[in-house]
């Protein structure tokens, strides 16, 4: 069945005339909608209409700030990782791979090995994730099965080489010990 001429749209392009080879009236134009966006979000005190919460770091903290999170206001925060302990101190983790076969990023990397205690099959003997090519997704905390690893609220983490951002199960552990009080997500 042939399509009506009167459904067809011609998408040739127009040929520009000199003002279009300036270029002009396209920057006049992006400024127009700039002004437009400016003068739309100030009230006619000066002082902006919108409800945009500015925090001047590191003066002050968003700790105390909720997050608006597709309409509704919830007060989470997706943070550097840190694996639990088990009852026992132990790390929770029993070397699954499910973390590292759901992280998105790939920056999860997991050297199981048999364990020595008859609750478990095996536990990690290397459990190393890049905080720098993480993008905090939270897909390995949503596959682990014994929620051994979480996101906490801390978000203050700094290092001067690359090296330093890759955590590994000692420094994981190290911020469960920090953050044992907080609650996790």
């Known amino acids: 069945m042939p399509i009506p001429d009167s459904e067809i749209t011609d ?22 909608t700039t002004l437009r966006h400016v003068f739309e979000n100030l009230g006619r005190d000066g002082k902006n209409k919108k409800n945009i919460y500015v925090v001047q ?12 999170d597709g309409g509704q206001w919830r007060g989470n925060f997706r943070g550097v990782h840190r694996l639990n302990r088990d009852e026992d101190g132990r790390v929770r ?8 076969t759901a992280c998105p990023a790939n920056c ?18 290397q459990f190393d994730i890049d905080e720098l090519r993480c993008i905090y997704c939270g897909m390995c905390e ?9 996101l906490t609220p801390l978000y203050e983490v700094t290092g001067l080489s690359r090296q330093e951002m890759i955590f590994d199960k000692s420094k994981l552990l ?12």
């Open 108 to 125: 999860i990397h997991i050297v199981a090995e048999e364990s020595p205690w008859e609750d478990r099959e095996k536990y990690p003997k």
């Open 174 to 185: 190290e911020v469960y010990d920090q953050t044992i009080d907080e609650k996790p997500m």
């Open 57 to 68: 770091y590191p003066e002050e903290k968003r700790d105390d700030r909720d997050v608006l």
């Open 11 to 32: 998408v040739t392009p127009r040929k520009m005339n000199r003002a279009d080879a300036l270029f002009l009236p396209a920057v006049f134009k992006g400024l127009g």
């Open 93 to 100: 983790c029993v070397a699954c791979f499910m973390c590292a």
């Open 142 to 150: 949503e596959a682990c099965p014994v929620d051994a690893i979480e």
